[in-house]
């Protein structure tokens, strides 16, 4: 089945440190790549879409210029969190989906980084 | 304003019980629904989808039901195992390359 790579799965790092994510799509290619955030005991919320060779579209309160997107292949997709600070600590999931686009193609998941910012 | 509704945030059974947990949506023009699975620190892991059109989708031990006129879905699993004990996410998707809408989630405890 597809897989989706995430590394790291946790930095605990000081604040202002910025750290960077890496989401990779192991055996299939993903146009389209999400990033979510998950708060301890809510929903995964939806942060960015990340389009190869094109930039990412951010949900409404997301600060493009704090979480940095890049999709630069069909495989691979960062998120960098610029100066992070406590309250940006969290659990950030990235997902694939296989090239098509079509809705009945499951989102496929990394297993999440837990980040923790000092 | 929360498109995907799991108002039950725990549930608990006893193994080999069945387990019903419950999703409501209020975007009529959302086309599939899934279920995913949810360890902590881990991701999600797909489980099972249905389409709107059809009402049952079966996949072993895990049965999705869609009620559009109540636009409600259930997710049935039996019988119940103690392995069975995650988060439990309903998520929906209008059509094209849209990103997934998630529900809160509903953690199942499958007691031995």
């Known amino acids: 089945g597809a897989v989706v790579s995430q590394h790291p799965s946790w930095v605990i790092c000081k604040s202002g440190t910025s750290v960077k994510i890496e989401c990779r799509s192991l055996?299939?290619?993903?146009?389209?790549m999400f990033w979510y955030r998950q708060f301890p005991k809510q929903s995964l919320m939806l942060m960015a879409t990340?389009?190869?060779?094109?930039?990412?579209?951010?949900e409404q309160g997301v600060e493009k210029d704090k979480f940095l997107i890049n999709h630069a292949s069909l495989t691979l997709s960062t998120l960098t969190v610029t100066s992070a600070h406590p309250e940006d600590s969290s659990f950030y999931i990235c997902?694939?989906?296989?090239?098509?686009?079509?809705?009945?193609?499951?989102?496929?998941f990394g297993d999440g980084t837990r980040l923790s910012i000092l | 304003d929360q498109q995907v509704k799991q108002n039950s945030p725990s549930l608990s059974v006893q193994e080999g019980r069945i387990s019903i947990l419950n999703c409501d949506y209020t975007?009529?023009?959302?086309?599939?629904f899934l279920w995913y699975k949810k360890y902590p620190a881990e991701g999600p892991t797909f489980l099972i989808s249905i389409s709107s059109i059809k009402d049952k989708n079966e996949d072993g031990r895990f049965t999705v039901f869609l009620n559009k006129s109540a636009k409600h879905l259930s997710l049935h699993i039996v019988p119940s195992q103690p392995g069975d004990s995650a988060v439990y996410f309903c998520?929906?998707?209008?059509?094209?390359?849209?990103?997934?809408?998630f529900g809160k989630g509903t953690r199942l405890s499958v007691i031995a």
């Open positions: 997902s694939a989906r296989v090239s098509g686009g079509y809705s009945n193609q499951p989102q496929h």
């Open positions: 990340s389009n190869e060779g094109s930039k990412a579209t951010y």
């Open positions: 055996d299939f290619q993903a146009t389209t």
């Open positions: 998520a929906a998707i209008t059509s094209g390359n849209t990103p997934l809408v």
């Open positions: 975007n009529s023009m959302f086309d599939y």
